[in-house]
């Protein structure tokens, strides 16, 4: 009937004449390919609709579809490879027309020439779940063909790939759970227990679609097929009922979790003690003094940590299936667990979660909280060693690096120990050394800089005996830069605090060693040259203590160029006073407030400092109503000031390195 027709209109024409002789009779199979030929190809000169009203009303054969017809259908899924979408030009039909096809592909399964033809290209169809708006009908496939050998790894990480990203698609869900049916030990069971295929059931028994089949099987004249569709129903009301069973049982358990607690299941009973681990971590009301009878009861600790650890991994495995509120019950009451294993957590957590790459990037603020709870409680030096490995060699953000400098700190305090401390102090070495790097990349984030000072702050804390003075010495160009590249004068103070505490520590070493004295020398260079800069309006000089023939890493040759193009306005500046507390950036705001302050609360003074606060601009105001003070005594005020403010770092140090400061106190 449809030979030697190209004309589309003629082609339309002349199946609406033969319509009700095709249901009678049928087409050939040879037909029912140029039909699908037409359907499946973009660029000929159908409209949709022709295209549709050929798929709703003309598809009637005798013959068993072959092969060729699938491979057809399947082919014509999905968008254009070289395109990327459908258009004028794509080579894929639309996804209207290729939701039809899957429709009718279903319809006529049950017809097709090769009862294994899907089966072999399991995998081809399993790849069309990504579209989303032929999910439908490619799940209702799988769901009716899907077994035990068509299940393997990397479809169950696909799938629950695909789950994560939509957590309350039904058709996925229906299929993890059909997945999970074969292959029970290798899913673990987070999903809900609501959940019902009983549309899809409806959809598949709809009546226009046992019209059109009663029509074929009348074609045939074979009720086998029948009672093969029948068989479908069976089994899918069957699966429908196993649904409805496990929402019984789900009901009994906790509201979602429904993870094995059988861990016999999974490790020879003689290694571990069995416990119902589920009962307590996923209980938002941890009953911790169950957990602790049960520890006291039994003598062998080792067997329950094995236990513990083991269920942890299996969790982690299946980590990203469970909703937010069950991961913030886990960690809550792995912090409790914590609490009562002598503030170690344990194993499992480590090397499920904190070290498990793929967690490393989780967005969600509450779970990365956690994470930074935990950390202070590794339970060996050499988790702490693959922490910092891993978590050094990723790229993070700067809050990320920042909140690890700080909680390294309290990792290194609580592990720290007479045995490993010389260990730990390569350990801290290696941190101090990738400073500046960090510093750097961040380009010099305040931030980072409040976080290093937070570690520096373990030297205070543990106990003196534990401190390398190696380390406790900052290198020059890591203290340089921290002053340099800020102009908040809280880090000033921070630098000048740190000192001062480094001062005391090697002030009281019983033993002068070539080493000690170096490290000595070293440290008063970074004094002298800061008093230099902030105080004694000697910036850059070389001093007696110098250890080499630079100040501040810089050489005189390179100062002298530099000092030729530094803009002077005023002549009451000089290029050595522009660093001092009064006129550099990050103090001079904050000494003119001072400044301001002394001359309103004096009711003689009447005149205010114009210039910068040195000799030459107060000598200019002799004679004059200003403050009945030398330079030096206004200096002291305002160093006093800014102590009342909270830079006590930096007024301790300089009255603790200057002679003529400590009389003055």
């Not at 693959?386 to 909140?403: A, C, D, G, R, T």
């Not at 009064?582 to 609360?601: G, Y």
């Not at 400092?609 to 030096?632: H, Y």
Request: aromatic share 12%.
């Amino acid at each position: 009937m449809l030979a030697n027709c190209d004309d589309r209109i003629e082609i339309i024409t002349k199946l609406d004449h033969y319509q009700s002789d095709l249901i009678n009779h049928g087409l050939p199979i040879h037909s029912i390919i140029s039909l699908i030929n037409i359907i499946v190809n973009p660029s000929n000169k159908f409209t949709q609709t022709e295209k549709i009203h050929i798929l709703d009303n003309f598809m009637y054969f005798k013959d068993s579809i072959p092969d060729e017809i699938v491979y057809k259908i399947i082919n014509s899924l999905g968008i254009s490879s070289f395109t990327g979408k459908r258009g004028a030009n794509s080579s894929k039909i639309t996804f209207l027309l290729q939701n039809k096809l899957l429709k009718w592909l279903i319809n006529i399964r049950h017809f097709l020439k090769s009862q294994t033809i899907l089966n072999s290209i399991y995998g081809l169809i399993f790849n069309f779940l990504g579209f989303d708006i032929l999910r439908p009908q490619i799940a209702k496939i799988l769901l009716l063909i899907t077994k035990s050998y068509h299940i393997n790894q990397s479809l169950i990480i696909r799938l629950l790939d695909l789950y994560s990203k939509n957590r309350t698609d039904q058709y996925l869900i229906g299929l993890i759970l059909l997945f999970k049916r074969y292959k029970p030990l290798e899913i673990l069971d987070v999903f809900p227990n609501n959940y019902s295929i009983k549309t899809f059931i409806n959809d598949y028994n709809n009546i226009r679609d046992q019209n059109y089949l009663i029509k074929l099987y009348r074609l045939k004249n074979n009720k086998n097929h029948i009672s093969i569709r029948n068989e479908d129903l069976n089994y899918l009301n069957e699966f429908n009922q196993y649904l409805i069973k496990r929402r019984k049982l789900g009901k009994q358990k906790n509201n979602v979790i429904e993870i094995s607690s059988n861990l016999i299941n999974y490790y020879n009973d003689d290694q571990i003690l069995n416990i119902n681990y589920n009962k307590f971590f996923f209980n938002e009301n941890f009953q911790i003094s169950q957990l602790i009878s049960i520890w006291l009861n039994n003598n062998d600790q080792n067997r329950i940590s094995i236990g513990l650890n083991n269920w942890l991994e299996l969790i982690f495995q299946e980590f990203n299936s469970l909703i937010i509120d069950e991961k913030l019950i886990l960690f809550k009451n792995l912090k409790i667990f914590t609490s009562i294993n002598n503030n170690k957590i344990p194993d499992g957590l480590f090397s499920g979660y904190l070290i498990n790459e793929k967690f490393l990037n989780d967005k969600i603020v509450k779970l990365e909280e956690y994470r930074w709870e935990f950390i202070p409680y590794l339970s060996s030096l050499n988790q702490l060693k693959q922490l910092i490995k891993l978590y050094s060699k990723n790229e993070f953000p700067v809050e990320w690096n920042s909140k690890f400098i700080e909680i390294l700190r309290q990792s290194i305090k609580n592990l720290i120990n007479e045995e490993n401390y010389l260990e730990i102090s390569e350990i801290i070495k290696s941190i101090i050394s990738k400073f500046l790097p960090i510093l750097s990349k961040f380009q010099y984030s305040q931030l980072i800089q409040f976080s290093i000072f937070q570690f520096l702050k373990l030297f205070k804390e543990i106990p003196k005996q534990y401190i390398i003075l190696s380390n406790l010495v900052l290198p020059p160009d890591l203290i340089y830069t921290l002053y340099f590249s800020s102009n908040n004068p809280i880090i000033i103070s921070k630098i000048c605090e740190y000192l001062n505490f480094s001062k005391d520590i090697l002030q009281n070493e019983p033993l002068i060693t070539n080493q000690i004295e170096q490290l000595t020398n070293i440290h008063n260079s970074y004094v002298r040259d800061i008093i230099n800069l902030i105080w004694t309006n000697k910036a850059f000089i070389l001093t007696k203590s110098s250890v080499n023939d630079y100040s501040f890493g810089i050489s005189n040759e390179f100062l002298g160029l530099f000092e030729l193009h530094i803009p002077l306005f005023d002549s009451n500046l000089q290029f050595r006073s522009l660093y001092n507390l009064h006129q550099s950036p990050t103090f001079a705001q904050l000494s003119a407030k001072i400044l301001r302050d002394l001359e309103d609360k004096d009711e003689n003074c009447l005149v205010r400092l114009e210039g910068p606060l040195n000799n030459s601009a107060v000598l200019e105001l002799q004679g004059q109503d200003w403050l009945n003070k030398t330079v030096d005594q206004v200096r002291v005020d305002i160093l006093k000031k800014l102590n009342d403010e909270g830079f006590s770092g930096l007024n301790n140090f300089l009255y603790s390195h200057l002679r003529s400061l400590s009389e003055k106190q």
